[in-house]
């Protein structure tokens, strides 16, 4: 079978979604696709190649790809919209508009999540729910629509369901980067960078849980637990905020 053939049948079947579904899909990003194979691939997680499809891809490639094009737009749209920022405060609200939260938070109120191709395992676990999945997806559609349509759709399609949000999303207490935050509090003290360390992944591969921990100079400040890498670093990065920020006695 060739892989355009198992494209074409990816989307069958009782839990996929049909050309109607790809149909909806476009319309709610705001972008139709000349080569919906690349759409296909964007929304196809690891779970389901492992779940008997080994001869098709997964949608990875295309989430590497998608994050330096979101990072690219949003950087660019908000050196152009916020020159009285300085390099610090652009950084910081870079962070806020690109990380896992804002991604899933957006998926979600979209419905993007609703059309990830996963296992049945994955799916019967929560998986269309799980913040990594949903963003990493979110990502690889940005990396497909770049694909597809080239910088400019992409920067329609970021514009329009990301950055759009920024006042919201930036006023959001919970958005706050821990890890950016502990980086600039330890190099105004001249103690180098972080260093995260991933100790332990437990679970099954569907319900993976990481446990990581920070160091500053070999000097363990922090730990942290997440469903993703992402999670237990900003826990860890918050845990050390708060050990180095504590009042000595």
Known sequence: MSLTDSFKNLFRGKTTARDKDLDEFQKLIG????????????LTHRSFIRAGNAHLPSNERLE?????????IIAHQLYRDCPGMSEG????????LVNETTLTRVARDI???RYIRVSSDEARTGGRERSSIISDAFESVIG????????EAARQVVLTLIYVRRGAIISDDSQRNFKGDLLELIQSKGDGIPRYEVV???GPDHEKEFYVIVSINGQKVGTGRGLSKKEAE????????????????
């Open 234 to 249: 900003q826990k860890a990065a918050s845990e050390a905020l708060e050990y180095l920020e504590k009042p000595a006695d």
């Open 111 to 113: 419905g993007l999540n």
């Open 144 to 151: 497909a629509v770049y694909r597809d349509g080239g910088l």
């Open 200 to 202: 332990s992944e437990t």
């Open 64 to 72: 590497f790809l998608g994050d330096s094009v979101l990072g690219l």
């Open 31 to 42: 972008y139709y696709f000349q080569d919906t194979k690349l759409l296909k691939l964007s």
């Open 89 to 96: 405060e652009l950084t910081k609200t870079k962070a806020m």
